[in-house]
């Protein structure tokens, strides 16, 4: 018998790409499915991007990168930063890799001992916790609900704080509900976590660009954690690059080091063209991330519209990423025939089934009782799923 480890028996499967690999799955046999499962932009990567890797090609950079990544893309970051946050790093705190979930995963699997706790806010991006387990570190869960715009408080920070404590994971604006913490909200948080010097704090802001506050507070900005502060980022959501897999990481020396050091023995340098492409991105005319952050708050505004007029739908206004995240529990113990909606799963799979809309139960997020929809579709893909979705659950009785 094949011996499969423990390490990976105990990992759970991508809840969102489950889904999606569900919905393509109908789409072969021929059912119209309208996916809002997975948080991938619609948009192409902008053409003057294509064009730098087509020229690197032609450049024959085609060889080994360095295990950081190149020094000119990691100082085409350094800039990019300065000039959207207002804070200068070295080049050498920046650690390039396969994509920002890489660069996640390094952070905590270069960081977390066994027994370490992590403490994380939810609802939370479903691999969070997976990574967690890797690392053999215990996640603490720290729930926020709807009411609370999904952002939690102070006094829940510092009452989930014990002294297993190592890190604090927080994600703004959020992945699965477009949560933006303010200024002031992380500031607060920042005045609780100053108080024990030997916690990180990991912030990931991959969706850092498709914000519709007007403003963005990174917590790379706060002095008092600055030399326990990770930054994530990439180029995957904010200039439609999901398939080019870069990512990064920027960080105090000595974990960017410990960073380094364990991504040279499992995957090196990320793809030499991706990150010719990547510079390209933080070098170039920016004004195609706003074109397309402008697309999703229109869309934004257009499915909070749509799902606030729902019967049972809870739908609260999310800031930033392309994500609502409806409070389903009003549907819990309806039926269609002889089927019963016990839960957001049964919902999900209802919602797939009858009315080809591909949905993700807020479980998969650690936060039962609601569903994820992702808005980064067209006008009108997004006025059909909807339309379905309000039809299928008047259905409900």
Known sequence: MTQISTRVLNLA??????????????????????????????????????????????????????????????????????????????????????GAKQALCNVILATINPGDEVIIPTPAWVSY????????????????????????????????ITPRTRMVLICSPSNPTGSVYTADELRALVDVIAQ????????????????????????????????????????????????????????????????????????????????????????????????????????????????SQIPGLKVNKPQGAFYLFPEVSAYFGKKFGDRVINDANDLALYLLEQAHVATVAGDAFCLPGYIRLSYATSDDNIREAIRRIADALARLA
Not at 62 to 77: E, F, H, M, N
Not at 245 to 263: D, E, M, N, W
């Open 13 to 98: 499967p991508s809840a969102t790409l489950a889904m999606s690999q569900k919905s393509q799955e109908l789409k072969a046999m021929g059912v119209d499915v309208i996916n809002l499962s997975v948080g991938e932009p619609d948009f192409d990567t902008p053409l003057h991007i294509k064009e730098a890797a087509k020229a690197a090609i032609d450049q024959n950079f085609t060889r080994y990168t360095p295990v950081p990544g190149y020094l000119s893309l990691r100082k085409a970051i350094v800039d990019n930063i300065a000039a959207t946050e207002g804070v200068v790093y070295d080049p050498a705190q920046i650690i390039v890799g396969n």
């Open 129 to 160: 916790v997976e990574m967690v387990k890797l690392a053999e570190g215990q996640s603490v869960l720290v729930p926020a609900g709807i009411e609370q715009d999904f952002k939690i408080t102070p006094d829940q920070l510092r009452s989930a």
């Open 196 to 307: 024990y010097p030997d916690i990180i704090v990991l912030a990931d802001e991959i969706y850092r660009h498709i914000n519709y506050t007007g403003s963005f507070t990174s917590l790379g900005t706060f002095p008092e954690i600055a030399d326990r502060c990770v930054v994530i980022n990439g180029v995957s959501k904010a200039y439609a690059m999901t398939g080019w897999r870069i990512g990064f990481c920027a960080a105090p020396t000595p974990i960017a080091k410990a960073v380094s050091k364990l991504q040279s023995q499992y995957t090196s340098g990320a793809s030499s063209i991706a990150q010719k492409a990547a510079e390209a991105a933080y070098t170039g005319p920016q004004e195609c991330v706003e074109e397309m952050r402008a697309a999703f708050q229109r869309r934004r505004d257009l499915v909070v519209e749509l799902a």
